[in-house]
């Protein structure tokens, strides 16, 4: 079953007299539970395209369908609550809330929704990021690996049904990298979580199952690695 629809998406900018194509008629879909790499050259419009799957952004043309709902025909207030409970977004630099501590960065999503925090979840998933022992620090008091980590734990405390990274592992060492990506692998296996993950490094997007391939705001190349 497909969890994520794009149809004939297309994002324009105006630069002067000049009209640019961010996005020119992209369309395809992902199935649920899969593991999909959007690669393409800097200014290529990967990133454009995962802002607006993630809702943030907004398309000048064409739909966006997650879990069956079109995004773009949800006013801002309806938009938001969809995203929070129903998408979640891994950036490069984390955007953790600095005076909020562990614990909180991550279930900031439940909190905002009013919803209670299961306890025995949350503890889960602490381990499971190794972030037991930091559970009371501040994203100050982390390293950019463990940051990174705080950032999937708030992405994924809602089980969303579509994860969306951008360039997840972009600032930090390889060391880091490995194991952050081992990670996104371990929470999309063991629930099934859709994954989409916009990258330059080659070595991760081969371990995806699926590899989408962007130039110009088009798709120039979408191929099966592994079933």
């Known amino acids: 079953m497909a969890i994520l629809t794009i149809e004939n998406l297309c994002k324009t900018y105006q630069s002067g007299d000049n009209i640019v194509k961010a996005l020119d008629n992209v369309s395809f879909s992902v199935e649920q539970g899969e593991f999909v790499a959007i690669v393409g050259p800097s200014g290529s419009g990967k990133s454009t395209l995962l802002h607006i799957l993630g809702g943030v952004d907004y398309p000048t043309s064409g739909n966006v369908l997650v879990d069956g709902v079109a995004l773009y025909t949800l006013n801002e207030s309806q938009l938001a609550i969809f995203r929070r409970r129903h998408i979640g977004l891994i950036y490069q630099f984390y955007n953790l809330i600095p005076v909020l501590d562990v614990v909180e960065n991550i279930t900031l999503p439940l909190l905002l929704d009013q919803q209670t925090v299961d306890q025995e979840q949350l503890e889960t998933m602490l381990r499971q990021l190794d972030l037991q022992e930091r559970r009371h620090h501040l994203p100050n008091q982390l ?85």
Do not use: C, W
């Open 143 to 227: 390293s950019g690996g463990q940051q990174q980590r705080v950032s999937i734990g708030r992405a994924l405390i809602n089980h969303p049904a579509l994860v969306l990274a951008d360039e997840p592992t972009g600032n930090l060492d390889s060391k880091n990298s490995s194991e952050i990506v081992e990670l996104l692998k371990l929470f999309n296996k063991m629930y099934q979580q859709t994954l989409i993950i916009i990258t330059h490094d080659e070595r991760i997007a081969l371990q995806a199952d699926r590899i989408i391939a962007i130039e110009d705001g088009k798709i120039v190349r979408d191929k099966v690695v592994r079933s």
